[in-house]
């Protein structure tokens, strides 16, 4: 028990440090959380702005596509692919591009280019998803190459074709590089 | 000195598997590969003689670069003269169809990897922008049995309902070398109308800073059909094609021949990414346009 002030003063002072301590520690904690949220919304910022630039430096090529002109449209991707010859979006674009003019080896060969340097491509969440057309010229291009290579199963070019199919469908399938 | 027989023996052997051996090593057997000409003699030359002596190197024989005039070529081939091709797409089925020729591989080069398309372009701007539109203007082919450079657009006006004889004011076809590229700047500097244009040209000389692509707009376009392939006589010994169809196979970038002192990178020369090995099926396409062109080899008189 405090003896004199000088213990009354002390004592009074304990418990008001004790009483400060979850405020103080609570505070700590929302500042800490703050900036773990920053963080969060830099990242989500900066993929966003990713998106947009990538649909705005493609947006020429995708034009040309919807209205049709596809020789165009690969030409265009072409003079893009020299500027950056590592982004994933120009292989994608032009597997989808490859696979409405027919040439389903080399349209799944761009997809599996662009999906190796980013895999957003084949999820279902990315809003750079393009799942579906992946899917799609991958279950043709088991149906087709696989077929002929049945038929001549020494060809091999035919499974080379074929592997890529399957590292698609892998991909697809969820697995890792 | 020595001059016992033992000795006399030994040298006499020496010398005999010496020479025998440098016997050997002089008359590796020799084949001939008729190479269709591109745009010149000179361009062939620079594009496909350190691919014949990468050839040489990995097969074991001496291979010939022999340049030919693709009129010419279908005579010297029934001839004998060649052991191996290396044609355009619509001499590999004549080819095929008259002579038994064997597929071997097929070249990858450019978008579409062993195939391309032909197009037909005008110039952006002209007020020329849907294929009806041609009818009645100057139109450019390129040479008679270029498969994307005459038959593809040949057979697409035809598909589209313009027949090329009456509906075009006139067309015609450039001389000399370099037809394609002849073609294509017509286009562009108003001597044609419209031209027939290989899409695969169109890529190179927009990779190669010639022209840009929104300087033309395409007005149609043909499936897309297998372009330059190596072929073998039938003649000729099978082991020997499945070597050569190996070498070819497993070219890769970084693969180099020595010619005249220097040592060249085999595909960079040649202007290729590489083969692969296609089969005649693939060629189907070529023959359902040639048939409905009425072109060798199911031409009409």
Known sequence: MPKDTLDRALFALLLLSLAALPVVLAGEDSSAGRRGGDKAMERRMAYQARVELLR????????????????????????????????????????????????????????????????????DKSPLSRRSEIEKTAEEGVRAIGADLKLYPENRSLAAALKNVNYLRSRLAGGCE | ???????????????????????????????????????????????????????????????????????????????????LTHTNSLLYVILKERYALELVASEKRGQFGTRTAGAIIARAGSGITRLEQIRGKKMAFGPML???????????????????ERDLAHYSIPSGSFKHEKVIYGVLHGKYDVAAAPILDLEVMAREGKIAPEEFVVLGQSPIVPYCTFGAARTTDPALVQKVQKALLELTP????????????????????????????????????????????????
């Open chain 2, 146 to 164: 270029a498969p994307t450079g005459y038959l593809a657009e040949y057979d697409l006006m035809l598909r589209s309902g313009i027949d090329p």
């Open chain 2, 254 to 301: 970084e693969a180099t021949a020595e010619l005249d002192g220097q040592r060249l990178k085999v595909l960079k020369a040649a202007g290729i990414d590489g083969f692969e090995q296609l089969l005649d099926k693939d060629y189907d396409p070529i023959r359902d346009m040639a048939r409905r062109v009425k072109m060798p080899p199911y031409q009409e008189y």
């Open chain 1, 56 to 123: 705005r430096v493609y947006a020429p090529v995708e034009t040309l596509r919807d209205q049709g002109r596809l020789p165009e449209a690969l030409l265009k991707l072409d003079q893009l692919a020299r500027q950056y010859p590592q982004e994933a979006h120009g292989h994608i674009l032009k597997g989808e591009i490859l696979g409405r003019m027919g040439s389903l080896d080399q349209a799944v060969a761009s997809y599996v280019q662009g999906v190796r340097l980013n895999a957003d491509y084949v999820d």
């Open chain 2, 1 to 83: 000195m020595p001059s016992t027989r033992p000795f006399r023996l030994f040298l006499i052997l020496t010398l005999f598997f010496l020479l025998a051996g440098c016997d050997r090593q002089e008359k590796r057997p020799t084949y001939k590969i008729g190479y269709m000409i591109c745009n010149s003699e000179i361009e062939t030359g620079e594009r496909f003689l350190p691919l014949t002596r990468y050839l040489s190197d990995k097969v074991g024989v001496d291979f010939v670069f022999v340049p030919v005039d693709t009129q010419e070529f279908e005579k010297r081939f029934k001839s004998g003269e060649f052991a």
